[in-house]
């Protein structure tokens, strides 16, 4: 469908990603992997496109091992969502909306796919929530501790 005022593609429907969201805890702290995404530089967390037949949990795990090199327990259910503009080429964008899982992380890798194409950075979740563009995902980071102290409970 062509935007006529626009001269560009309307938008058609709300595209659906996971990501993961990593996190370690260092002396009391929950502290957050953002990495820059590889068009705009900006801070994120790994996403990508669902890959049926894989769970969207099993393929947010996937998308912190190729763009972070992050290994670890990713959570079976989403801590929640966002929405975001993805410039998809020069002239198209899309509206996408995100599920965000929860990984645990154990290991990094010395070496991954798209350690060249991107700059990674631990920082505080409180602080991680001013660094990214996207206000209800800094909500989400706001609120990781409350969800981490949630999982200990019988």
Known sequence: MLDERAGRKADVAELAQCAALPYVLLQGEVYVCLITSRGTRRWVIPKGWPK?????YEQAAREAIEEAGLLGV???QP???YAYRKRLHFLATA???VA????LVTAQYGHWPEQAERELNWVPALSAAAMVQEETLGRLFAELPEWIAAQSLP
């Open 52 to 56: 049926p037949p894989s769970e969207p």
């Open 100 to 103: 965000v899982y929860p990984l």
């Open 79 to 81: 801590i929640g969502t």
């Open 95 to 97: 509206n996408c909306r």
């Open 74 to 76: 990713i959570a079976t």
